[in-house]
């Protein structure tokens, strides 16, 4: 039985870490700490889809605007951090890249003010939403996202949304008493690399997609990204091509 008063410690101690991260960026500007919060969001998000749905998923507008606006800053900032891994000299781009991250640092504090109470009474709302849950309708919730990334095809065709499914598994399966995890025989571990493969093979396909839309003419780097991007896509498919030989498969009998 995952109980409801686990259930609603694990929310409170993931709600409590995001807002603890969100006032730590408004107050430095760190971008690990924008990260953090976006983590916390995601965790949260997934421990409500699978124990709530979608009562739960009508509610969180005042979250997800602040969780857009604060990706909007993380994807600057990444594609920064990869342009100088890169030794890309347009200091023009990252200029302007900088200036995203300035100017939607300051409107996430600003939304960040402007949303508090709103945060306030969605915490009240969805805490006192949660309920018992049988160890019988957990399995099942979990058996079902797994499902839908059993066929090699099905994470290949939507590396994104995947990429999505996977991660949201992995953070509730933080949230189940060692009884119930037990039972799934998940294997986290494979879970995980194939998750950050699908990352590392995203950030890629953004900065190339950047340096496009920018029409800059360093196509020798274009090329040499595009080649980093096809290398990523190969690892991807040859790990979800393992799902089935992998424990993961475990999780779908019984």
């Not at 939304?111 to 805490?127: F, G, M, P, T």
């Not at 990352?199 to 980093?228: F, P, T, Y």
Request: hydrophobic share 40%; net charge positive; aromatic share 8%.
């Amino acid at each position: 039985m995952l109980k409801k008063q686990r259930q609603k410690k694990h929310f409170q101690a993931e709600w409590q870490s995001m807002l603890a991260y969100q006032a730590a960026f408004c107050r430095t500007r760190k971008p690990e700490a924008l990260h953090r919060f976006r983590v916390q969001v995601k965790k949260t998000k997934a421990q409500l889809h699978f124990l709530q749905g979608d009562v739960a998923s009508g509610a969180i507008s005042p979250l997800q605007i602040l969780f857009k606006q604060a990706g909007r800053v993380r994807s600057a900032h990444i594609r920064v951090q990869l342009m100088r891994q890169y030794q890309m000299t347009n200091e023009d781009l990252i200029a302007k890249l900088e200036q995203i991250v300035e100017d939607g640092s300051q409107q996430f504090q600003i939304q960040s003010d402007n949303s508090a109470e709103a945060l306030r009474r969605l915490y009240k709302r969805l805490n006192s939403a949660f309920s018992d849950k049988s160890d019988k309708s957990v399995l099942q919730l979990c058996r079902k996202r797994l499902k839908r990334l059993a066929r090699p095809d099905q994470i290949i065709t939507n590396l994104h949304k995947a990429r999505k499914q996977i991660k949201e598994l992995l953070y509730f399966h933080d949230v189940l008493p060692s009884s119930i995890a037990g039972k799934l025989h998940l294997n986290t571990t494979y879970l995980r690399q194939l998750e950050e493969a699908i990352g590392k093979w995203h950030d890629i396909v953004s900065l190339i997609q950047l340096l496009e839309s920018e029409d800059l003419a360093d196509l020798d780097m274009i090329a040499r990204l595009g080649r980093r991007r096809r290398r990523l896509f190969v690892s991807i498919h040859g790990l979800s091509g393992q799902f089935a030989d992998s424990a993961v498969y475990q999780a779908l009998g019984d």
